[in-house]
């Protein structure tokens, strides 16, 4: 028999002790010198008979905790699998192993939650961030043009925009109306205010913010604008907007980017949702509610004779920086880009919605038009 140290064991150093996390099995463990000393021994195969008899203890137990595989085992052939996590790599393994829920999982009662809260009520974080600046007021939104059932028959992505015709005020009016409005406020006692929206979120606690960054709207200036949603307002922000090749990088070099006339670029504001979910499975849900506004967005473009696209394929960096937030309290997540869909691809998506010949709306300087 040959042991080695498991490759799904993560190890990080905290508080002077060195932590062995072993989230496949929900254990984490501090290791003393001894233990260090033999897993760097074991970081390829070994016989344990080869080692004398404080180690070989110390193999078994280290067995024992999971944090070893034995040659050959299911564990071991797991390990071997060249799998998708192979690929995705040690930091998507490891955040969705210790992120993963089994029958072990305790779910806390209403009431042991509520208690839970209680003793930290005082710090929830607002939903609505309060405007600091000018604000520029957004009308009303118009009234939907378009059933739910044809919204959805009609939703695509859609890459092929004119540059130079304007996304109406009233269009970006609706999709912030629709994305990141509050539509009602709820009295939650010692627990501040939880506000409604048409998309819903995580413990309704919203994280995502929306900051449009204008390129062609009309009546409005370029510019980065973050949307305060408790005034239905815009609030410049202080950046410039990116010019020239700059908005192709924050995009990851996707051309059809700049043809937009608004990019709604998203953040999450993370203390909002860590309040109420003290565990790391919580950054998912971030970008699970994500998803529903940006599916939001792609109806309401939609039912606006718009185009949409969204993308994840950005430079996060580059747009934090932007925007003035630190990924520590408010990191960006993605885009939805609206724009005027040209006369030409209006045309084509209208033909394949109705039975017409189906093919992604792929931009013009497209490499392979796979989607
Ligand atoms: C999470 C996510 C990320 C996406 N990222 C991109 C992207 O980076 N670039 C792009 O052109 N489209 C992107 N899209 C759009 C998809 O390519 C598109 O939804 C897909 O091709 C299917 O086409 P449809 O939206 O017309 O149904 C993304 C969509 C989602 C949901």
């Known amino acids: 028999m040959r042991l080695r140290v498991s490759r799904y064991v993560f190890f990080q150093w905290r508080d002077g002790q060195l932590i062995c996390d072993i989230p496949l099995h929900g254990r984490q463990v501090a290791l003393r010198e001894p233990a260090w000393e033999l897993l760097q021994r074991l970081r390829d195969w070994v016989d344990p008979g080869t080692l004398d008899d404080p180690r070989r203890t110390l193999a078994e137990q280290l067995l024992g905790r999971r944090i070893l595989v034995v040659e050959g ?78 919204a959805l028959r009609r939703r695509r992505t859609g890459r092929r925009l004119d540059p130079g015709r304007p996304v109406p005020l009233a269009a970006l009016a609706a999709l912030l109306h629709w994305t990141a409005r509050p539509l009602h406020r709820v009295g939650l006692g010692d627990f501040g205010t939880a506000v409604l929206k048409a998309v819903p979120s995580a413990g309704s606690c919203h994280p995502i913010e929306v900051y449009p960054l204008v390129v062609n709207v009309a009546g409005i200036e370029p510019g980065i604008y973050r949307y305060a949603p408790g005034e239905h307002a815009l609030e410049a922000l202080p950046a410039a907007p990116p010019a020239g090749d700059e908005l192709l990088r924050w995009c990851g070099d996707q051309t059809f980017v700049a043809n937009a006339g608004v990019l709604l670029l998203y953040t999450a504001v993370l203390e909002r949702t860590a309040w109420k979910y003290p565990t790391g499975r919580s950054y998912g849900s971030l970008h699970l509610d994500l998803g529903h506004v940006s599916q939001n967005a792609y109806l309401v473009g939609t039912a606006l004779g718009l185009g949409v696209f969204f993308t994840a394929a950005t430079r996060d960096a580059l747009v934090e920086e932007a925007l003035g937030v630190s990924w520590t309290e408010e990191v960006f997540l993605g885009l939805t880009g609206v724009g005027v869909l040209t006369d030409e691809e209006a045309r084509r998506q209208r033909a394949m919605a109705d039975g017409g010949p189906a093919a992604f709306s792929s931009p013009a300087d497209a490499w392979d038009g796979l989607g």
């Open 73 to 150: 085992s299911a564990e071991h052939r797991v390990e071997e699998e060249r799998n998708v996590w192979r690929r995705w790599g040690a930091a998507a393994t490891h955040y969705h192993l210790a992120a993963r829920t089994d029958e072990t999982t305790r779910y806390l009662s209403a009431a042991e939650d509520t208690l839970r809260l209680r003793d930290h009520a005082a710090v929830r974080p607002p939903p609505c961030r309060p405007a600091t600046g000018t604000l520029l007021p957004l009308p009303e939104p118009p009234p939907p043009v378009m059933d739910l059932a044809e």
